[in-house]
């Protein structure tokens, strides 16, 4: 298999170069590998450790599949789903990440502050929510501000549309931006493929966010035939059951990479105050004309937002959740940098504890 490697021209890959072949091209296209990735590596180096994309994350390592060959990789990788990753066969702990074009993560649920990856190189966040309880404009808003952190086109999906009026559920989810898209499908007819083909295109990867039981996995079905197990809502409560149990990367032939997320009930910001500042664009601009930079917006003087509460330009309501999730990003943040510092000199005493002991 790695003689077989070996003989490939990886040099089509490369930006301006022209394929001799379109077979190779087609197959590692469609598992989603773009010039970005290419130009982190040589040629040669394609040749003797061949592009493989992790598709599902284990306790104890990560699966992965090339163009030609699966792979299991090492857990000291630190790989997430939807990572690029050059393969070495003889030495798979020396197998390389590479760059991610983005990256959707979140603090992990639970107080040891941990930094959680959710996907990696993505082109589109399909942010999935149904017309019935589980909607919820907050939730939302913290789906698209990671998009937006990580450089990825957001999409609104609300699903289920035949249990009530779409109608008001559209106009509040059209209100949280005027850049995300918003589409109400039904999610067990052909209106997927259809609504949904222009981001599904061959070598993108999509990803449906969103909670429990909203239908992410039956999207994933109707546009992937990928046989997922799917559950219906509880009609006491609306809320969802638990179908998928892990996050898994699908391929469509002649078609894109499609990622399957279980609900997270749990969406704490962290190191996303650009994502932030770009969903709330006119609060964040209107709070850089207030006359004091470090304006809390409660009881200073010359406050521009304030002023605005006071003339009904801006709603209250999405205020306090702007303010709530700024502090909550500004907290999670600085406690994961603190863990990395405390870490690193962890780290660094181990080290030196070794050391000693070997002299």
Known sequence: MKDTEMTRDYSQFFPGSKATSSKPVSALHLLGWQPFFAQQCSVDELAQTPPVRVTTVHRNGAEAVGETINAFLSPTLEATVGDWV????????????????????????????????????????????????????????RYIALAFEAEVTPVILLTKPDLADPAPYIAQASAISDTVPVIALNAKSDEPCEKLAPWCKPGQTVAFLGSSGV?????????????????????????????????????????????????????????????????????????????????????????????????????????????????????????????????????????????????
């Open 86 to 141: 050059l393969f070495d066969a003889d030495q798979p702990t020396h197998s390389r990440v590479l760059e991610r074009k983005s990256l959707i993560k979140r603090r992990a649920p639970g107080h040891d502050r941990k930094l959680q990856l959710i996907a990696a190189n993505l082109d589109t966040a399909f942010i999935t929510t149904s017309c019935n309880a589980d909607f919820n404009v907050a939730r939302l808003e």
């Open 215 to 359: 239908g992410k996995s039956t999207l994933v079905n109707a546009i992937a035939q990928a046989g997922l197990d799917t559950q219906g809502i509880r009609e006491d409560d609306a809320k969802g059951r638990h179908t998928t149990t892990r996050r898994e990367l699908f391929f469509i032939p002649d078609g894109c990479a499609v990622l399957d997320t279980p609900g997270m009930r749990e969406l704490q910001m962290t190191d996303a105050a650009s994502g932030l500042a770009e969903l709330f664009d006119d609060l964040d601009t209107l709070a850089q004309s207030c006359k004091f930079n470090d304006c809390a917006h409660d009881t200073e003087p010359g406050c521009a937002i304030k002023a605005a509460l006071a003339s009904g330009e801006i709603d209250e309501a999405r205020f306090h959740r702007w303010q709530k999730l700024i502090a909550e990003d500004a907290f999670n943040s600085a406690s994961l940098a603190e863990r990395r510092a405390k870490d690193k000199a962890f780290g660094k005493m181990v080290k030196g504890i070794m050391k000693d002991s070997r002299k």
